[in-house]
């Protein structure tokens, strides 16, 4: 089992920059996919980016694609998502979640976090 914790959001203006984090407990935590989505209300949840186990495969949402960058240490429990270059259309809960297969599809993740808000100002 594996539990998340998602940091780092905020209010910001557009152009600025932020670094989420999903702090994970367990020690089976570099077995799983991680992947981030966001969601606005009355909107169905967003497939952001998400990370392979071992860090060396990503893949972005191209609405994100060349802004925002997946890492993750393995060694800390932790996956970060840098946003940069933010816009107001970026606003939204971000969310990371965690499973042995992943995908860009929300229904394929087990375990999620609470979320983070992220508030882009134009």
């Known amino acids: 089992q594996v539990q998340l914790v998602e940091s780092g959001g905020g209010l910001v203006q557009a152009g600025s920059s932020l670094r989420l984090s999903c702090a994970a407990s367990g020690r089976t935590f570099s077995t799983y996919v991680i992947g981030w989505f966001r969601q606005t209300p009355g909107k169905d949840r967003e497939f952001v980016a998400r990370?392979?186990?071992?860090?060396?495969?990503?893949y972005y949402a191209d609405s994100v694609k060349g802004r925002f960058t997946i890492s993750r240490d393995n060694a800390k429990n932790t996956v970060y998502l840098q946003m940069n270059s933010l816009k107001p259309e970026d606003t939204a809960a971000y969310y990371c979640?965690?499973?042995?297969?992943?995908?860009?599809?929300?229904?394929?993740?087990?375990?999620w976090g609470q979320g983070t808000q992220v508030t882009v100002s134009s």
């Open positions: 990370i392979s186990p071992s860090g060396r495969m990503t």
């Open positions: 979640a965690a499973d042995q297969i992943g995908s860009w599809d929300s229904n394929n993740y087990r375990y």
